[in-house]
């Protein structure tokens, strides 16, 4: 069954850097999914990654897929606090459920 | 935008009640999902629901676990005695159709909290 896994678990980073959540997947996914979660929210999707050497871009953040390391990444640019969030990860798996497998997650706090 | 809809927001219950969190998908989307989360924790599937019945289950959802479609707009998540590990966010899910491009939407949760 796939398994996805995220790191780091934690990230601490001032505004104006740059840094990258790293997605590894243990078995083909149909496609990748990065959310982003604030404290007691829902789930806001950010990028839906179809197919290998995918890459979109929305303002700061930038997500890629490579199918073949079964790795995606979630760039971050020049961050600021409006950042801070939990960023989780998700595969889909399971023919026509396409239910979804959530990473660990990645809480971001972006410091002044 | 269409969106879908949870209520209550937050549920309050003591250990061995009965609990029904509702969700209102959205009113084209014919998949239907439940996930919870524990605190701190990653989001886990629970059960999925097409064309009336369940299509898959994860381990989580035992026997203390059952869904419906009551009418035609509610999906509800029965537990039916609760447990002190039960306590999480649960999340409702819709998708539209039968492709696996179909992006799942998320509700805002119901925080249960069982005492």
């Known amino acids: 069954e796939l398994k996805v896994e995220q790191n780091p678990l934690f990230l601490s980073m001032q505004e104006g850097k740059n840094y990258t959540i790293y997605c590894n997947y243990s078995t083909t996914s149909d496609r990748l999914y990065w959310y982003r979660q604030d404290p007691g929210k829902s789930l806001e999707s950010l990028f839906v990654l179809l197919s290998n050497g995918a890459v979109k871009q929305e303002g700061r953040l930038m997500a890629s897929l490579d199918t073949k390391a079964r790795l995606s990444t979630l760039h971050i640019t020049a961050a600021v606090h409006d950042l801070s969030a939990t960023y989780f990860c998700a595969g889909t798996y399971g023919g026509a459920t396409n239910k979804l497998i959530f990473g660990t997650g990645t809480l971001l706090a972006v410091q002044p | 935008e269409p969106e879908v809809t949870q209520t209550p927001s937050h549920q309050v219950t003591q250990m061995g009640q009965e609990v029904i969190l509702r969700c209102v998908p959205i009113s084209n989307h014919l998949y239907f999902y439940w996930y919870r989360q524990i605190l701190g924790q990653k989001v886990e599937f629970l059960v999925s629901?097409?064309?009336?019945?369940?299509?898959?289950k994860s381990e989580i959802f035992d026997d203390q676990f059952s869904v419906e479609r009551p009418d035609g707009s509610n999906f509800t998540l029965k537990i039916r005695s609760t447990k002190l590990e039960d306590s999480a966010m649960y999340f409702c899910?819709?998708?539209?159709?039968?492709?696996?491009?179909?992006?799942?939407?998320f509700g805002p949760g119901t925080r249960l909290t069982v005492l």
């Open positions: 899910a819709s998708r539209i159709g039968t492709s696996s491009y179909n992006e799942q939407f």
């Open positions: 629901f097409y064309n009336n019945e369940i299509s898959e």
